[in-house]
């Protein structure tokens, strides 16, 4: 098992823009780097289901099956696509101004990483097949194996997203109060989720 080239390779993914991050980042300019943080762990404790797939073997059963994928990408994309749905009709103010009430809870916000990662079949997919090129079976025990792989991914995910919560609370602060960047930032929530719910169906 090559454990550091695996975890070069998962931190340069997990620093590569994309939905996880960008949604990480914006939580935590709406809400504050406590939200940030909580939607970052929700993310990371969604690997672990997609880790247990790998290693019990269901990630191949959803790799044959065509329609068990297709139902799984639907039902992903409809949620983020009805979270999407929650961020419009919501008031662009009350996410961004210093004394408002988040309009979720932390525990929400962990819920609701962990589903939105639980519902991205893509993620299976794309860690069986990553997880394989740093496994030896020489030494046996692939499950074990897999789970370290696995444990070692969200360690590093969760440091980075953590970090990254706390650098954008820290230089967007200032722009809580401003009701255009309130506009920008409920838009750019809508953008992410519905970019996210197209990605997963293409």
């Known amino acids: 098992m090559s454990l550091i080239p695996f975890l070069i390779a998962s931190v340069a993914l997990t620093v590569s823009p994309g939905p996880d991050i960008l949604y990480v980042m ?19 404790l969604g690997i672990l289901v997609h880790t247990s797939l790998i290693a019990l073997g269901v990630s191949a059963l959803l790799k044959q099956s065509e329609v068990v994928f297709m ?24 996410a961004v101004a210093p004394d408002a ?35 030896d079976e020489k030494l046996g025990n692939v499950t074990q194996q897999i789970y ?18 706390i650098v954008a609370d820290r230089l967007t602060g200032f722009l809580r109060t401003s ?13 992410v989720f519905v970019g996210i719910a197209v990605l997963i169906l293409l």
């Open 26 to 44: 914006t939580q935590s300019i709406s809400n504050g780097k406590k939200y940030g943080i909580a939607t970052a762990a929700g993310l990371v």
């Open 71 to 94: 139902g799984i990408k639907i039902l992903g994309a409809v949620y983020l696509l009805w979270i999407a749905y929650q961020v419009y009709r919501a008031p662009a103010t009350v």
């Open 101 to 135: 009430v988040p309009t979720k809870s932390p525990m929400a916000l962990v819920q609701q990483g962990f589903i939105m990662n639980v519902l991205n079949p893509k993620v299976t997919l794309f860690f069986l097949a990553f997880f394989p090129g740093f496994i």
């Open 148 to 165: 370290i792989l696995g444990l070692v991914f969200m360690v590093q995910a969760f440091l980075i997203f953590a970090a990254v919560s």
């Open 179 to 191: 009701e255009r960047f309130a506009l920008f930032l409920k838009g750019l929530q809508v953008v």
